[in-house]
């Protein structure tokens, strides 16, 4: 048993260091640096950083209680929309992938946002959400234009607008697009040769999985993603458990929630997801959070403590924490 208690605390200490004044308030940095874009770190009040504190103290079980301080929080996630078009935005992401991260901050607190998603409304045209998605470059960015095709479904999902025929249209059309050889999307577009760049359609691919866990779906050829994520882990072709990112709980979430819908070579996709947790943990608790640009990013150290509680319920009785860490995933959709 890894003792993970530590890098909570510690973890705890750098959200707390991010705060800005009012309950709900958090820069993403405190840290001066680049932001992913090149530009310089914005070091005030941050759309990301409000969220991921949110993200981070609910995974951690340090969640707030009183009510006059929830209240508090959803005035201040609510206060990032703009009332015209519904939108949250920041400088780092696409809007889509910002508006439905806020959205997924209020839904834990069992809030919805203040003002409708006017800008989405035309994706519930007949036929707009098909060339929506059929539009978007799965090929040559499948990672990063995930943010904008599952960021629709969770925006809808947790703000309304979209009826069941909606939902059925969006998950026929991915369902019918899902690789049977690798288990991703999107068919015709994955190069899984050895010397392919297969690991940013299984980061994309993670996106739209969590949309059909949320929505209780069953995942087409899921035995093949299972068989991805062992030959990714096997070859070494993506730097796993060596950076402070999302990646490691893309690859975690696609093996374990594969299992679970397959059963595929159990035994050795368990035996990878707990060797996968040893060297996670220890990797995790070299690192100096005082002092670590990364995990002074709100959102890097999010994708991690995700991966850690995915790991947890992936593991059972390898990661030992005081409380429980709880995916944001399995209560709404979107990281």
């Not at 920041?90 to 910002?98: A, Q």
């Amino acid at each position: 048993m890894i003792d993970l208690e530590p890098f909570v605390r510690s973890s705890l200490e750098v959200v707390a260091r991010h705060a800005r004044g009012a309950p709900g308030a958090y820069a993403r940095f405190t840290i001066p640096g680049k932001d992913e874009t090149g530009a310089p770190r914005d070091l005030g009040r941050n759309a990301y950083g409000c969220t991921d504190a949110a993200n981070l103290l609910y995974t951690l079980g340090h969640f707030p209680r009183d009510p006059g301080e929830r209240a508090a929080w959803i005035a201040t996630l609510r206060s990032l929309q703009e009332p015209a078009t519904g939108s949250f935005r920041e400088s780092t992401h696409h809007e889509l992938h910002t508006t439905a991260h806020c959205l997924g901050a209020l839904e834990l607190f069992d809030a919805a946002p203040a003002h409708p998603l006017a800008a989405l409304a035309p994706l519930r045209q007949p036929h707009a959400l098909e060339r929506f998605l059929d539009g978007l470059d799965w090929k040559g960015a499948p990672w990063t234009e995930a943010h904008r095709g599952a960021g629709l479904y969770a925006a809808f999902a947790l703000a309304g607008g979209a009826d069941a025929e909606w939902r059925e249209r969006y998950f026929g059309w991915l369902e019918a697009e899902v690789d049977p050889a690798t288990g991703l999307l999107r068919r015709g577009c994955v190069d899984a040769s050895p010397e392919g760049g297969v690991f940013p359609h299984l980061a994309g691919s993670f996106h739209y999985l969590f949309n059909f866990e949320h929505a209780r779906r069953p995942w087409p050829f899921a035995a093949a993603l299972v068989d991805t994520c062992l030959a990714i882990r096997a070859r070494g072709t993506f730097p796993l458990a060596k950076l402070v990112w999302f990646a490691d709980v893309d690859w975690v979430y696609c093996l374990s929630r594969g299992l679970r819908h397959s059963g595929h070579r159990f035994a050795e996709a368990r035996r990878a997801l707990h060797e996968f947790a040893e060297e996670y943990a220890a990797f995790l608790l070299g690192l100096d959070p005082g002092r670590s640009p990364d995990l002074d990013d709100l959102h890097r150290l999010f994708g991690v403590v995700c991966a850690l509680a995915e790991l947890q319920q992936a593991a059972p009785g390898m990661l030992r924490t005081e409380r429980p860490l709880r995916l944001v995933l399995d209560r709404r959709p979107f990281v």
